[in-house]
């Protein structure tokens, strides 16, 4: 739906069907009395849909860009392919 409005909305795209999957697991363990939940720590990918809606990072005082933006890993909404911030 983000990439309907005008401009086109920047957007996280998060994994429901294994968040969902996931929740289900854990519920059916604790029902079983087979998992201890305070030590239970699930991280899953998640993908930044860039589109129209967000401008360039500003070059930082070396010229790569801010702060751990080498860290964040993008996706193109139009192409599809990953791409890497400057």
């Known amino acids: 739906m983000s990439g309907w409005v005008s401009p086109p909305l920047t957007t996280i795209i998060q994994p429901l069907a294994q968040m969902a999957a996931m929740a289900t697991r854990t519920i059916l363990a604790l029902l079983d009395g087979r998992t201890d939940t305070s030590s239970n720590r699930v991280e899953l990918t998640t993908s930044l849909v860039v589109r129209s809606s967000t401008a360039p990072p500003r070059k930082g005082p070396t010229g790569r860009g801010p702060a751990g ?3 964040m890993r993008t996706r193109s909404s ?6 890497q911030p400057s």
């Open 78 to 83: 139009r192409s599809g392919r990953e791409i």
């Open 69 to 71: 933006a080498g860290r």
